[in-house]
């Protein structure tokens, strides 16, 4: 099944300023089931973005490690 990248609207307490701060990931095989299933589990503060297409993690030095990468499209 897809999974769906979200993010969530809130105050930043940092600085105060009304911020997108990342949120789950979710499950669905469209946009429409995400967004269902983020109201059916309590997640109804998330918003769906989109698809989550891969996850490039970082090399000790902050670049990106693109040999490791998650593909999510396969």
Not at 44 to 59: H, M, S, T
Request: aromatic share 10%; proline share 7%; charged share 25%.
């Amino acid at each position: 099944m897809r999974k769906w990248v979200t993010y969530v609207d809130a105050i930043n307490p940092a600085t105060g300023q009304l911020t997108n701060f990342h949120g789950p990931y979710v499950s669905g095989e469209t946009k429409e089931e995400a967004e269902r299933y983020c109201e059916r589990n309590g997640l109804g503060y998330c918003r769906v973005d989109g698809p989550l297409v891969a996850e490039i993690p970082q090399k000790t030095d902050g670049s990106p490690d693109w040999n490791n990468q998650v593909d999510h499209e396969q």
